[in-house]
Nanobody
Framework: QVQLVESGGGLVQAGDSLRLTCAASGRTFNSYTMAWFRQAPGKEREFVAAMRSIGSTNYADSVKGRFTISRDSAKNTVWLQMNSLKPEDTAVYYC????????????????WGQGTQVTVSS
């Protein structure tokens, strides 16, 4: 079992930065690919970024160059650094964990956090 708790969301202006944090429980953190997804009102939950314990990453085209995912095995923590935020980044952001290779498919991830709201005003 893995429990995930996100934090760090908030209301910011376009062009600002935010860093989301996902704290994971459990002693097998390195076994999991960690990912961030987001869901805007009325839209499907979509992939944002993912990272394996060996360091490989993948990003959605919409955030490439602006967002950075990182993780620290000693702290069982994953971060999403979001720079140059845009109004279209407004969504609930979810942390996810799965014993998979890097994948953008939501159903491949087994564990999910409760989400944290990010709102970007223009």
């Amino acid at each position: 079992q893995v429990q995930l708790v996100e934090s760090g969301g908030g209301l910011v202006q376009a062009g600002d930065s935010l860093r989301l944090t996902c704290a994971a429980s459990g002693r097998t953190f390195n076994s999991y690919t960690m990912a961030w997804f987001r869901q805007a009102p009325g839209k499907e939950r979509e992939f944002v970024a993912a990272m394996r314990s060996i360091g490989s990453t993948n990003y959605a085209d919409s955030v490439k160059g602006r967002f950075t995912i990182s993780r620290d095995s000693a702290k069982n923590t994953v971060w999403l650094q979001m720079n140059s935020l845009k109004p279209e980044d407004t969504a609930v952001y979810y942390c996810a964990a799965g014993r998979v290779l890097i994948t953008t498919i939501r159903d491949d991830y087994t564990y999910w956090g409760q989400g944290t709201q990010v709102t970007v005003s223009s």
